[in-house]
């Protein structure tokens, strides 16, 4: 099992910079940077952690094909590879249906915009040109994995036909081994092998030792999440209606102090792994045994994420020994 981070790029450059210098220090594999438009810039973000880690990769994403041409994202990998040689990698999903329609931007055919997007970042990455039209004039420095950020089945399917990994999103937490099945199953009708494909799962994280604190600073994006879910996962869950419009009403509005009021313990149970250190570490443990090949630990970290990085560099660690 390996295991990576996210860093969301919601505080200043400089304390991103912190955050990197840190990280390299520690045993993760990846520190990957989450995409909002409301935060600061993937682009620069990563820049600037690039210039203070030698050792750890990072990851740009997720990024969307809505927002994000692909011949940009293939610019962006290429161009941070010259700072990181073989230590970039790339995720590419569909992006926050309600984000983009705040943007005025319809997700259209979210599963072939993606496929095509891959697609077309694979061509630039490898060659610097892409059929029919000019790309890119120079070429990455060392190999950029494209892993596809998935949640329903028809993504999960795509991610194993044409990516190198797919990250799958944190709401499937309550049940792991319904996604990592559907992806089995569609990489054996395609020919590939496990061996050749990463399989992991991004899971939203929150330690402090005081678990009250931790449970209420991954609230907000709990949120996020909750109002992204399908309308049958959440009737599977038994989400009420009423509690997604309301959660949902103040995601829109970014109320992100007051959206602890409604967003219940129990909905961070479903969809995060928040509390002591000795809560977080036996919720990771049980979470190993479904069979994916890595978990990426994501979200706020923690009330103080600089302290909560160093808390579960030791939790991944104890696990992994």
């Known amino acids: 099992m390996k295991y990576s981070l996210e860093v969301p790029p919601k505080d200043p ?10 990280a390299d220090s520690l045993s993760f594999e990846t520190v ?27 990851g740009l994403g997720i990024m969307n094909p809505y927002l994000h041409h692909p011949v940009l994202m ?15 990698s790339i995720g590419i999903g569909a992006g926050d249906k309600n984000a983009l329609e705040s943007l005025g931007i319809v997700q ?27 790309g890119l004039d120079f070429g990455a420095w060392g190999r950029i ?16 036909e044409v990516g190198d990994g797919v990250l799958i999103n944190t709401s499937w937490l309550p049940s792991p081994s319904k996604p990592i099945g559907v992806v089995k199953e569609a990489l054996e009708s395609a020919g590939r092998s496990r061996e050749e494909f990463s399989v992991e799962m991004e899971v939203l ?3 402090h030792e005081e678990a009250e604190k931790a449970r209420k600073t991954v609230k907000p994006y709990v949120g996020v999440v909750v109002q992204g879910l399908s309308p049958e996962m959440a009737a599977e869950l038994g989400i009420r209606e009423e ?50 090949g890595g978990l990426v630990l994501g979200g706020p970290l923690g009330p103080t994420p600089r302290r909560a990085m160093i808390m579960l560099d030791g939790i991944v660690k104890g696990l992994s020994e």
């Open 74 to 88: 293939a610019q962006m990998a290429a161009s941070l590879s010259e700072l990181a040689p073989d230590r970039v």
């Open 243 to 292: 509690m997604l419009r309301q959660i949902g009403s103040m995601v829109k509005a970014r109320m992100w102090l007051e959206i602890h009021k409604v967003v219940p313990d129990s909905l961070v149970e479903l969809f995060s792994i928040a509390g002591s250190p000795r809560d977080v570490s036996a919720r990771l443990e049980d979470v190993s045994r479904a069979g994916l």
């Open 13 to 22: 450059v400089w304390r991103l910079q912190i955050y990197a210098n840190l």
């Open 145 to 160: 994995p494209i892993y596809v950020a998935a949640q329903g089945p028809r993504m999960l399917r795509l991610a194993a």
């Open 108 to 134: 259209e055919s979210p599963v072939e915009r993606v496929r095509w997007a891959v697609k077309t970042v694979r061509e630039l990455l490898i060659s610097g040109r892409r059929e029919g039209a000019l």
């Open 205 to 207: 994280v929150s330690v």
């Open 32 to 58: 990957w940077l989450s995409d909002h438009y409301y935060n600061r810039s993937i682009a620069v973000a990563a820049t600037a952690m690039a210039t203070v880690m030698k050792r750890r990769r990072i």
